[in-house]
């Protein structure tokens, strides 16, 4: 399990994580999603152990990570900019990444070499930004981790390459039981394969939750109706088209639908909310820039 | 779990060293081309026995050794910790499971891998090639070996600690650069400002106090290479400076320590800053800022103003040194804050550095430490070296002639202000000058040295009491002159290495008559010397052409010399330039043995005529 318990960074004055909490059960696909500037970029570089908190603890199995190779050693991180030696081909790196993690799997690396189809002599620098991806998620699966830190996994590659790359996440997830955690704007696509969402804001954690808990939580409603709404709805948003209104309410979708119904409207429909949309109503509440996005 | 990684880390060593050969590949073909192929392609001609090889060698160790290995150093460096300045390499290879203190000995390793092995095979080649062309070379291999490594060992250190100090790629080398020359700059600087200001202060300024804070400069400047007769014929050579060498290593390994602890501790967020070290950063900034003022400053006055007394020194330095300070200042604000905004804040710190140096300035001009108005007690002084030239004479010895010295001090001293004002007039045609050097040695050990420009108008010459003529009177004491005619170390006829006499007549026809040894000595302690105690002969012309009337136009050169112990390829010389005066023992001399004599006077009278004429 990943533990992040009130993780505090400053950068000179400004402070980048404000006591963070995150909890990755074991097997989760974790997806870490955020406005920019939120801090998920410095949090995966606290997760990675590159980066030294100013307070809190970060834990993998109840073992901090900063400077403990031996926890280091069961986690495969690929950076949002990915660095490779200046002349090394991948052939080069892989035998430098078998000579730093024990566990490298070679016949893994043969395997996969059919899936990426990229030419291990060349050089990386002759390597696009999409094919660089795709052998940092080669070299990174080879490495056999429990812990699997993703930060903007996909960007840069085509659709089929980012469909066959999170098949292979979620295959190793699967068989291997490998912990994912993702930081993508791509909620769309996190929302296909996350199990477990936290969303960041100012260095904190706003919210965290199974998908499933999320989605049941928060429910849009469209209705038509001549009568006053009920008291007590917690709505987030609230919109009109024409006669249509539509509102974005927090709370148990049953629970709505009945407080709802009892007003007698002409019409009314639920709706679940995507992982965007939820992502943008949930910071529309701490005062987003696109709380008044209609949707 | 037990990391896999413990001492260092195979993997980053074998990538290391593959890598970077090509930067190791040069140094070998640097040391294969100043070592063996040169032995070989000299061959038994250029190096004919021991001694010449052995002095090539060695030199080639301490000199050229000391600057290969100093930009070695810091490539390697630069090499091995370049991943620590970009935010993309850190985060990829600082996520390895890899300690930093591991990956700093691992990269220590490498450093220290890819020096000592082209080495070892250039001691090796180095001996081959000497007993290719007949002479014994292996010791010497493995002295040029020992030389190299410590002054390596040094520069890895000061490039270690540079490359832990420092954020950026580039900033490395400008810090390592800095760190390495920064003692002798700021002692030259510092020695220009202050014989500016500080009257008395001696101007030569060959001694540098902080020299061996730049061993690239001592080393140049003491190269260590000694040599001991073993015959006539043969001198067998050999490295002294093993005491300097070995506290350089002994620093640089201190400096690797120093390093690896930064390098723990190190903050990675901060690659593309300046200075990685934030406590650091206002140290830097105020000593950049010193910096900047000093060499800014002074040479902004020489070139606009240049470097002549006058009224307004004072305040035109102080003006200089605060304009360095500004661009030094805010210069090194900019680098820290990575921006051109930053002249809105941060004044009270320029505010802070500016009045320390208008203190510091003041405190000069009112000699508030007491340097300027000090004269030595008689009862305190052992000798007193007194010369009108850099050079080194005998020091005097007696209460009586010490006294003498002390009064001139002392007259000095009292007449500064009216001495400045001459030397501001200076060039007008009206006044002469001339410098005169104090070195006092006093009883406790100590040594006390002065300078002064001595300056005096025609009129002022003409009265006996003068300043200028009580130091011409006492300079040109027979007794003090003979002293000044002395070499510092024990003369014979062996010392004497060159010696002539020139003259020309009154139509300027040149002659010129070669002395032997023998002749020279000769000349030198039965005429030259007694003549100078009867007082006929090297009076020292100081001010206005005063010299005496019944000299002649001949010079008698006469140079000693003696091989340095420190530096067998110099020779401390000692020059003597007599001119011989009518009715004198020297004169006698010259005629006896054929040298052509015209009166000065006669000269310039018949030059005189020609002119009229």
Request: glycine share 8%; hydrophobic share 45%.
């Amino acid at each position: 399990m990943i533990e992040v318990r009130n993780l505090v960074k400053n950068f000179d004055s400004f402070r980048a994580l404000d006591g963070l909490n995150i909890t990755v059960p074991d097997g989760a696909i974790y997806g870490l999603v955020g406005p920019n500037g939120a801090g998920k970029t410095t949090t995966i570089r606290h997760l990675t152990g590159v980066m030294r908190q100013d307070g809190g603890d970060v834990l993998f199995d109840g073992q901090p990570v900063y400077e403990n190779p031996a926890v280091k050693t069961r986690i495969a991180s690929i950076p949002d900019d990915i660095y490779y030696f200046p002349q090394a081909s991948i052939r080069d790196m892989m035998r430098f990444y078998r000579g730093v993690y024990p566990t490298f799997d070679t016949a893994l690396y043969e395997k996969l070499r059919d899936v990426f189809a990229l030419d291990e002599k060349q050089p990386m620098r002759r390597l696009s930004k999409g094919m660089l991806k795709q052998a940092a998620f080669w070299l990174a699966l080879c490495a056999r981790p429990n812990w699997l830190l993703l930060d903007e996994p996909v960007d840069g590659l085509d659709p089929v390459m980012r469909r066959q790359v999170w098949s292979l996440i979620l295959d190793d997830a699967g068989q291997n039981g490998t912990t994912v955690l993702v930081s993508s704007h791509n909620l769309r696509e996190l929302e296909d394969v996350c199990d477990h969402v936290g969303i960041m804001d100012h260095g904190k954690m706003l919210l965290e939750r199974s998908l499933a808990e999320l989605q049941d939580n928060i429910v849009k409603v469209q209705l038509v109706t001549e009568h006053a709404l009920p008291a007590g709805l917690n709505i987030l948003h609230s919109s009109a088209a024409g006669r249509v209104r539509t509102l974005i309410v927090r709370g148990a979708q049953q629970e709505i639908s009945d407080r709802i119904s009892a007003t007698l409207p002409i019409f009314f429909d639920l709706i679940p909310l995507s992982l965007e949309e939820i992502f943008i109503y949930e910071l529309g509440g701490v005062d987003y820039a696109v709380k008044n996005i209609v949707l | 779990m037990q990391s896999k990684t413990s001492c260092c880390n195979g993997a980053v060593l074998r990538r290391n060293l593959l890598r970077f050969c090509p930067l190791w590949a040069v140094f070998l073909a640097v040391w294969i081309v100043v070592l063996p192929l040169n032995i070989l392609s000299g061959g038994s001609a250029a190096y004919k026995e021991i001694g010449s090889l052995q002095t090539y060698v060695l030199s080639a160790a301490s000199v050229a050794g000391c600057f290969v290995n100093m930009f070695y150093a810091i490539f390697t460096v630069m090499a091995l910790f370049s991943y620590l300045y970009s935010a993309r390499s850190v985060n990829t290879l600082c996520a390895l499971p890899i300690r930093r203190g591991t990956m700093f000995r691992t990269n220590l390793l490498t450093a220290l891998t890819v020096w000592l092995a082209p080495s070892l095979l250039v001691t090796l080649l180095t001996a081959l090639s000497a007993s290719v062309i007949g002479l014994p070379g292996a010791s010497l291999a493995l002295e040029w070996l020992g030389i190299t490594g410590l002054q390596y060992l040094f520069f890895l250190g000061l490039a270690c600690l540079s490359a832990a100090l420092v954020g950026q790629l580039l900033a490395l080398p400008a810090l390592y650069l800095l760190l390495n020359f920064t003692a002798i700059v700021v002692n030259y600087f510092a020695r220009v400002i202050l014989t500016a200001f500080v009257y008395g202060l001696p101007q030569d300024s060959a001694d540098f106090v902080l020299g061996r804070g730049s061993p690239v400069y001592y080393i140049c400047s003491h190269t260590g290479v000694v040599g001991t007769s073993i015959t006539s014929e043969i001198t067998h050579y050999s490295f002294d400076r093993w005491g300097y060498l070995g506290i350089l290593a002994g620093i640089g390994v201190v400096l690797l320590v120093c390093a690896a602890l930064l390098l723990r501790a190190r903050r990675l967020e901060t690659a593309g800053d300046i200075i990685a070290v934030r406590p650091l950063r206002p140290v830097f900034k105020y000593c950049f800022t010193a910096g900047c003022s000093l060499v800014l400053g002074v040479l902004a006055e020489l070139i606009v103003f240049g470097s002549g007394p006058s009224a307004a020194r004072i305040a035109v330095t102080a003006l200089c040194l605060l304009a360095g300070g500004f661009i030094g200042y805010f210069g090194a604000e900019m680098l820290l804050k990575k921006t051109l905004h930053v002249f809105r804040r941060e004044w009270i710190g320029y505010g802070v550095f500016a009045l320390i140096v208008l203190c510091l300035v003041g405190a000069l001009r009112i000699d508030l430490f007491g340097y300027e108005r000090y004269i030595p007690d008689a009862k305190d002084v052992s000798s007193v070296e007194f010369s009108a030239y850099s050079q080194d004479c005998m020091p005097v010895t007696d209460e009586a002639h010490i006294a003498d010295i002390l009064a001139l001090h002392q007259g000095a001293v009292s007449l500064k202000n009216e001495q400045l004002a001459l030397q501001r007039n200076a060039g007008d045609g009206k006044t002469s000058a001339s410098t005169f050097f104090f070195t006092y040695h006093m009883k406790d050990g100590k040594t006390v040295s002065r300078s002064y420009v001595i300056s005096v108008t025609e009129s002022q010459w003409r009265d006996p009491k003068s300043l200028a003529r009580q130091f011409s009177a006492v300079y040109n004491d027979p007794e003090l002159v003979v002293l000044r005619s002395t070499p510092t170390y024990e003369v014979s006829a062996r010392q004497i290495s060159w010696s002539s006499v020139t003259s020309y007549d009154a139509s300027d026809t040149y002659s010129s008559l070669n002395l032997t040894s023998d002749e020279a000595w000769t000349l030198y302690t039965e005429d030259i010397l007694p003549d100078i105690r009867d007082g006929k002969g090297g009076q020292a012309d100081l001010f206005f052409n005063s010299g005496t009337a019944d000299a002649y136009t001949a010079s008698i050169s006469i140079q000693f010399s003696r091989s340095e112990e420190s530096d067998p390829k110099h020779t401390d010389d000692f020059y003597l330039n007599y001119t011989p005066i009518a009715g004198s023992r020297t004169e006698q001399w010259l005629l006896d043995h054929g040298a052509a004599l015209t009166l000065q006077s006669d000269y310039d009278a018949a030059h005189a005529d020609s002119t009229k004429s």
